[in-house]
């Protein structure tokens, strides 16, 4: 039998040019492109297979990304060390693998993650954005309110089904815990927001849709309780805008200490229902994704 090896990938990427992170026939995906990187580098064929902690939709971007793929132990001892300079020459310069290492017992990059983090950037100057970052920050050309939205956005934060800002998918459960939503401008620029987001978990679309709800409180088109209001109403609404991709990033993933990452691959396999005192024994929907 052969000796295998699970490695840990840490990856950022700009997501301008790709059909998002998973691999697709015929498209241009993060995913793809590490995996035939690897391939080559580690002579392997078929290519090993990725497993990630956040499939990114086309065009959202990632500071903080982490994969984990298993590969025998004899191709990884050839190239021990200097995996990240070898991807560095064979992959392309949007995306990178900054750190490559043998992933404690019980890790999975998917399932025993205790949050995701991301950024959304938006400038508010009537001029638009600078140049340099157009493909990172979405231009909103109506001045925010940052303390209407900050108070709108703590009154979505906790547990609860999160239907009316997800794209339902069938067998998935759409209950995350909201553990954080907070906007604040930055300190170099008086233009540029950020929203920082959250999570153990999105459902598809969620991340998105909590930004493009909340500009609309922050420019005044919503009054501050209507994000709530949609919420408890567990139905998508038409009315709530999905914010554009390119201004999403995926910053970071947090994982528990090494004795307790089986153990919360094992929690976050099960299907949450509010109210319940113990879940159902099945796979979880994907661990998100979160942008669309």
């Given at each position: 039998m052969t000796a295998l090896v699970r490695l840990r990938l840490d990856i950022g990427y700009d997501g301008s040019d790709f059909a998002g992170w998973a691999r697709q026939p015929n498209q241009r995906t993060v995913q793809g492109v590490i995996e035939d990187a690897l391939a080559r580098m580690l002579r392997l064929d078929p290519p090993p297979m990725l497993t990630v902690a956040g499939r990114t939709d086309a065009g959202v971007h990632a500071r903080g990304q982490v994969a984990h793929l298993v590969v025998p132990v004899a191709a990884y001892s050839a190239i021990?060390?200097?995996?990240?300079?070898?991807?560095?020459?064979?992959?392309?310069?949007?995306?990178?693998?900054?750190?490559?290492?043998?992933?404690?017992?019980?890790?999975?990059?998917?399932?025993?993650?205790?949050?995701?983090?991301?950024?959304?950037?938006?400038?508010?100057?009537?001029?638009?954005?600078?140049?340099?970052?157009?493909?990172?920050?979405?231009?909103?050309?109506?001045?925010?309110?940052?303390a209407r939205m900050n108070d709108a956005a703590r009154r979505l934060v906790g547990e609860a089904d999160f239907a009316a800002y997800c794209r339902r998918r069938e067998g998935a459960t759409t209950i995350r815990e909201l553990l954080r939503y907070e906007w604040a401008r930055d300190d170099r620029d008086p233009h540029l927001v950020l929203a920082t987001v959250e999570a153990d978990a999105f459902c598809h679309s969620m991340v998105r849709a909590l930004v493009g709800a909340l500009l609309m409180v922050g420019d005044g088109r919503r009054e501050v309780e209507w994000p709530a209001e949609v919420l408890a109403a567990r139905v998508r609404d038409s009315g709530v805008n999905v914010a554009p991709a390119h201004g999403l990033s995926l910053e970071e993933i947090r994982y528990p200490d090494d004795d307790s990452l089986a153990r919360r691959a094992q929690e976050t396999r099960r299907v949450r229902t509010l109210n319940a005192t113990a879940g159902v024994e099945q796979q979880a929907a994907p661990s998100h994704q979160g942008s669309a």
């Open positions: 021990n060390g200097t995996m990240p300079r070898r991807l560095a020459g064979l992959l392309p310069p949007d995306v990178r693998v900054w750190r490559v290492s043998i992933a404690p017992e019980g890790f999975d990059a998917r399932f025993s993650a205790l949050s995701r983090r991301y950024v959304y950037r938006v400038c508010d100057n009537s001029f638009g954005v600078e140049p340099l970052r157009r493909h990172d920050v979405l231009w909103h050309p109506r001045p925010l309110n940052l």
